[in-house]
């Protein structure tokens, strides 16, 4: 190697550290730091409601009542998947990280029931999330989009 390859050396190492750590790929699951135990969450995604846009990347579903949830400063998450209202607790974490808990669903019937359940299975799996502007996008732990969400107003 010639000097001017050894001035390269470092650069190198350092793009390469930054992009492993820039993986797509989650690591081991840390437990979230902020959530039910009587920790007041915050950020963009606490006190608003967000209104269901899109199931995986591009399905829409047709419901008899638009699904929404909200969360609260006190972890606890209230909404509607389409057919049932549901609550239940929210934790927080570094890196956008996300986890629903302790799910609990009224038990309407209605024509749409698997509709519904594929809301609830949504908010289930979320492992992070995004925001960009008005949306919401769920990921799971394999990085894959569950689905969106958009700002109420």
Request: aromatic residues 8%; proline residues 6%.
């Amino acid at each position: 190697m010639t000097m001017k390859d050894w001035r390269l050396v470092p650069w190198l190492a350092s793009a390469a550290l930054l992009l492993s750590a820039c993986s797509s790929a989650p690591g081991p699951r840390p437990a979230p730091e902020e959530g039910p135990s009587g920790t007041s969450l915050s950020g963009a995604v606490v006190e608003q409601r967000w209104n269901l846009l899109l199931v995986g990347t591009s399905e829409r579903l047709s419901m008899p009542e638009t699904p929404f949830f909200r969360i609260g400063r006190d972890g606890n998450v209230s909404g509607h998947d389409g057919c049932n209202r549901f609550t239940g607790q929210v934790a927080l974490g570094e890196g956008q990280r996300i986890e629903f808990s302790e799910l609990a669903t009224t038990r309407k019937a209605c024509s749409n029931m698997e509709d519904a359940q594929r809301v609830t299975d949504m908010l289930e799996t979320a492992y992070r999330y995004l925001i960009d502007h008005d949306r919401l996008v769920f990921f799971g732990p394999d990085s894959r989009v569950l689905g969106g969400w958009r700002e109420s107003n």
